[in-house]
């Protein structure tokens, strides 16, 4: 895993100083301590760090072809390299090296853009054609790993991180109002924008491609939801998952380092470690984290099981409301954009332990997005049934769910009673969010009447529409799970995913987000992953005989950061001293009376912790970038 970062001029004339990209690098140590290169040249210069996995003695980067024509920087990991790597030495090329970074040089020298759909693995590449005067940029299918790019006058600048584009002076640092809306409607920002106006995403499964002063972004890959006939014997299926399960593991563990697993005491990540522990050839390490506190249930003693199961090597640790606090402003200086993601702060413990042991960890991220594991697919599943029996029957379902919604402990299912009128395409808004969360609900409240004025007309609609618009003609549960692949999972658990443990110089692999299993979980019949109540079902039966059914059967958890009572109780001054204070107000955002209130209430019924979570982010967002931009050390 490393950072990667350059700067290349949009036409011949365009010069690049090597000075700036080399101050680009430097902001991205933290991803590779263990070396850094640049080339330059008049026109374009390409920077790296380098966290080392692979061929170690000699995969210093930036890496070239034959000739030095061709050059590359390149973060990530390639798992077919070594098959590749036997094909181009059949073709006649010529390796220096050992590493896959230059099976991808070789590779674009014989099929030019058509080698990136030959890769397998997660990745972020700039390569440069000197011949050619063209810069590629391409992303991994998933994106598992992130690219930014902003286009000026004369460059185009990119990145693993938005914080290597602003160690460029002449890059802008100005909000986009349009992003702080589409924040605060989904709690994340999906697609290809930032906060950031004019720094943007490559869109996973995609590259980029700069050739005589044109920039086109071209897509590779998409995620095809057509069911295998041959997928009706739940037996041969259930076989065939789990030798594709073990093939992944198996190649995820390709590393010249020790190899570790991230346990959450969960169905996927116990799944991950049972195939791990059968392909090692030597012993394990797990790592899992817990909370300080009585207050809620300690998710530490599934993965104690899990790990005794399994015979690894198993170390875990406990964090405490001031440690979450301390750490909230590197949280946002590495995640780099507004995101409500509490666990994430959880990762960074755990992985900061982890790195004194391991530099590779393998997770389960991934699964709950490719056989259907969030409960909330279930409920709209049953949502979308209860939707057949007409108008009628919605009127009367509606009027029942908001009945239910009345009576205490039942409250969440008035939200459910507004859903029934509506089409699946104009209440989902992916995992976070809908029309009807609270912030989405209480916009005209919220806003100030200047920061209203200034979105004119800008808010969000449904943020996915046009993931929806390629989903025509699919079951609800294709076009829920096809909308996520494409927005939730890269653009909010993704991000944290790589941002975090890079924050610690750790490399994160996700054996459920191959694109195989991807691709084989997209073909499965609906019914294969929500069953009536179950969720995951296929994949649960595939684990059936190799994980404890203590496990299988327990509910989903995760990293379940005790955020409701923490922001109630022992962060509750901090986090209203930020948002009241005269310097978050002056921003012009928000109108203060509705913030008073909302802390209030939360103060008294906990229940607006994810709200004042991403206010909080936000909040320390504008501080770290617009108000006093520095750097930060781990």
């Known amino acids: 895993m490393c950072g990667i970062c350059g700067k290349v001029g949009l036409t011949p004339e365009s010069k690049v100083d090597a000075t700036t990209v080399d101050r680009m690098t430097r902001t991205l140590a933290h991803r590779g301590p263990d070396d850094m290169g640049l080339y330059a040249s008049d026109i374009a210069v390409l920077g790296h760090t380098r966290l080392s996995i692979i061929d170690l003695s000699s995969g210093k980067q930036p890496i070239c072809n034959e000739t030095r024509t061709v050059w590359i920087v390149f973060n990530g990991e390639i798992y077919n390299f070594k098959e590749l790597r036997k094909e181009l030495i059949a073709h006649g090329h010529i390796f220096s090296t050992n590493t896959d970074t230059e099976v991808i040089v070789h590779l674009y020298e014989q099929f030019g853009e058509a080698a990136i759909p030959k890769l397998r693995g997660m990745f972020a590449f700039a390569l440069w054609d000197s011949n050619q005067k063209a810069l590629v940029l391409a992303r991994d299918r998933v994106g598992i790993k992130p690219l930014y790019y902003t286009i000026m006058r004369d460059h185009i600048l990119f990145g693993s991180e938005i914080k290597s584009l602003l160690a460029d002076p002449s890059v802008p640092r100005e909000p986009d109002p349009g992003v702080i809306d589409t924040f605060l409607s989904c709690l994340y920002t ?22 005589n002063g044109r920039i086109d972004i071209r897509r590779y890959w998409d995620l095809e939801f057509n069911p295998n006939p041959q997928n009706g014997n739940v037996k041969r299926t259930t076989e065939e998952l789990v030798e594709l399960l073990r093939e992944s593991v198996r190649d995820h563990m390709i590393s010249d380092v020790p190899v570790g697993v991230l346990l959450s005491g969960g169905v996927d990540s116990t799944g991950v470690l049972s195939f791990a522990a059968e392909e090692s050839g030597r012993d394990l390490n797990t790592f899992t984290i817990g909370f300080e506190g009585e207050a809620f249930a300690d998710e530490r003693v599934y993965a104690r099981l899990a790990a005794n199961t399994f015979g690894t090597r198993h170390y875990e640790m406990t964090i405490t409301p001031r440690q979450f606090r301390d750490f909230l402003p590197l949280y946002v200086w590495h995640m780099e954009e507004p995101v409500c993601e509490p666990p994430a702060v959880a990762l960074y413990y755990v992985t900061k332990l982890a ?19 969030y409960q909330n697919y279930r409920n709209m599943l049953w949502l ?11 009127g009367f379902g509606s009027y029942v769910l908001g009945q239910f919604g009345r009576v205490r402990g039942f409250e969440k299912l008035t939200k459910y009673s507004f859903m029934m009128k509506n089409e699946l395409e104009q209440y989902y808004y992916s995992r976070t969010a809908g029309p009807y969360s609270f912030f989405n609900a209480s916009k005209g409240e919220l806003y100030s009447k200047e920061f209203a004025s200034r979105l004119n007309g800008r808010q969000v609609r449904n ?30 658990l993704l991000l944290k995913a790589d941002k975090i443990t890079m924050a610690n110089s750790v490399e994160l692999r996700v054996p459920l987000l191959d694109h195989r299993v991807l691709e084989f979980a997209a073909r499965l019949p609906a019914k294969y992953k929500v069953n009536y109540f179950t969720t995951k079902y296929l994949l649960k039966k595939a684990l059936k005989d190799r994980i404890p059914s203590a496990i299988l059967n327990r509910k989903k958890m995760g990293f379940p950061v005790p955020l409701e009572s923490w922001l109630k109780e022992d962060l509750r001054d901090y986090v209203c001293e930020i948002l009241l204070d005269r310097r978050t107000l002056e921003r012009g955002y928000f109108d203060k009376s509705f913030l008073q209130t909302l802390a209030n209430e939360h103060a008294r019924t906990a229940d607006h912790a994810t709200e004042m979570f991403s206010l909080l982010t936000l909040e320390l967002w504008h501080r770290t970038f ?9």
């Open 190 to 211: 999906p697609g290809d924008a930032t906060l950031l106006r004019g720094i943007r995403k490559l869109p996973p499964g995609h590259y980029l491609v700069l050739k």
């Open 384 to 394: 979308e049934r209860l939707k057949v029996f007409g108008e009628v029957g919605n």
């Open 463 to 492: 943020p996915v529409s046009d993931y929806f618009s390629r989903t025509v003609g699919k079951p609800a549960l294709n076009k829920m799970l096809y909308v996520d692949t494409k927005t939730w999972l890269p653009d909010d």
């Open 626 to 634: 617009i108000d006093s931009p520095a750097t930060h050390n781990n």
């Open 355 to 373: 790195r004194e042991h391991v530099k590779v960890l393998l997770s389960g991220e991934g699964g709950d997005e490719a056989f259907a594991g």
